[in-house]
Every structure is written in C-alpha cells, then in structure tokens.
C-alpha cells in the first residue's frame, strides 16, 4: 500500500500500522481522536495531550532532539513527522529505516489535507473526515471582524520573534479578520524593539507558546506599544493544526468580542 504525505513523498506499508510513533504535539493529538490508543507507542515529551498518553507513553525525546536509540525499541512501523517542527537531518535519517509521513501545514486547507493523509495512512479515514467536516462548520460559523484590525503576534522574548506571512499562525489571525503588520516577512522574523514600535500595531498578542508569556511582560511591551491593547492568548488554538481546530473557532469567537468592543466595532 502506498500514501502520499505532504512533501509529495510515496510512504510505502505492508501492512495497517500497528506501532506508530509521533513527533509532532498536534499530531499526537490528532491520532487520539481518530482512535489510535492501541497503536501509538510513542510520542514526543512536547505531546502534553493528552495527559492519559504524555503520563502513559514511551517519550522518544523532544520534537528537535529525538533519541534514536529510543525510537529503535519501539520497533515503529509508521512515524508520523513534520517539516517544521522536526529536525530534517532527523527525519532523513528516521526514513533509511522506517515509513515516515511528514506533514508540511501552512493553510488551513493544508490541515485539512493533512488530517485526511494521516487518516489515510493510519486507515481511519471514515472519522478522520468526519472531523474535517466539523472544523469546516466550526469556522464557517465565525462572526469576524469588520474592520480589519493591525495586529502583530509575537512567539518569542530576547530577542522578540513574530509571525510571519507565510506561517500557520498568520493564517489564523486573518480568520478572526486581524491584519498581520509582519506578514509581508517570512516565518519568524526577528523584531526590534524600534520596528514594533512603528509597526502601526494597535493588538498585540502574546502567545503562551514556545515561550510562555505571562502578565509580567505586558508592562514591557507596553512601554514600546504604550496605545496598543496587549492581550495573553493560548498558543495551542493559534497554531496546533490537528483536532484541536475543533476548539479553535470557539477561542477565536471570542478574541474577536474583546476586540469589537476593544476598537467599538458592532
């Protein structure tokens, strides 16, 4: 039997995968809902849903420092990778010895494309597209804003990094009718203080992920954005693109209320 995964590579099994590791935390997730208890063997130390797996599974290592020795005594018959947040030397490796399904999500369209290839590829179709046409009703369900409004969301402190364009990320923030001020540069763009402060910023989020940002930041950009609305936001709705989509419009539902009465829009 032969898949295709996001890099346009034949992924080759004999067989309906039986041990099934993942290095991605949204794809972990993903496997959960589709009904993988009993073939997923391994995760990634990152793969905090859910909990019932991250206290009960084997942890192979970190999405970027995978212990191939690990991986090995699994015995894995399908490893469910991806572009960005795996290591590429990793992964190569990873392919010399074992069918390796690696995601590449930029788009929403890209995680719909995404949860069918893994429910393809792990033969759960049937519910893999049964969740693809919920995330669909959930956000065609979104009341967005009216007016656009210039935001940047920063993922990053010393040095502050932000989303760029051509990100995941950016994709989200235009469905809750935000204007990415850094989406003209690409990925995670480095950010002075000096550039954000003259980004025509007027919402700025901060994620609480990689780096986890509390309240005791706010001050600090407030002093380089002092018009601007500062706002805490969960990480995991803005950018873990498996099931937890599902989720997504709810949370989005409801920065975008805040920011109507934030910028008196409705």
Not at 22 to 27: M, T
Request: hydrophobic share 40%; charged share 20%.
């Amino acid at each position: 039997m032969v898949f295709t995964d996001q890099l346009h590579r034949p992924v080759v099994l004999e067989a309906p995968p039986q041990r099934i590791i993942s290095l991605v935390p949204s794809q972990t997730e993903l496997l959960y809902t589709l009904g993988l208890e009993e073939q997923v063997v391994g995760i990634t130390k990152f793969c905090v849903h859910p909990s019932t797996w991250f206290r009960a599974k084997t942890r192979v290592g970190g999405t970027k420092n995978i212990h191939p020795e690990i991986i090995r005594s699994l015995s894995p018959d399908l490893i469910i990778a991806n572009k960005e947040e795996n290591l590429a030397s990793d992964v190569t490796a990873l392919m010399q010895d074992y069918p390796v399904w690696v995601s590449n999500v930029q788009s929403l369209e890209d995680a719909y494309d995404m949860i069918a290839g893994v429910g393809a590829v792990t033969f759960r179709s049937t519910a893999a597209n049964a969740l693809i046409t919920q995330i669909k009703v959930a956000f065609n369900g979104l009341q967005v804003l009216e007016k656009p409004v210039p935001a940047a969301y920063l993922i990053w402190r010393d040095p502050w990094m932000a989303a760029g364009g051509d990100t995941f990320i950016h994709q989200m923030l235009q469905r809750c009718g935000l204007q990415n001020v850094f989406g003209k540069q690409l990925r995670y763009p480095e950010i002075s203080d000096n550039e954000l402060a003259n980004s025509g910023c007027q919402l700025l989020l901060l994620s609480s992920e990689p780096y986890p940002f509390r309240e005791k930041h706010i001050a600090e950009l407030q002093a380089i954005l002092p018009a601007a609305s500062i706002q805490l936001v969960d990480g995991e709705m803005f950018s873990w693109y498996g099931s937890r989509l599902l989720e997504a419009p709810t949370y989005f539902q409801s920065v975008i209320t805040a920011c109507r009465q934030l910028f008196r829009q409705g």
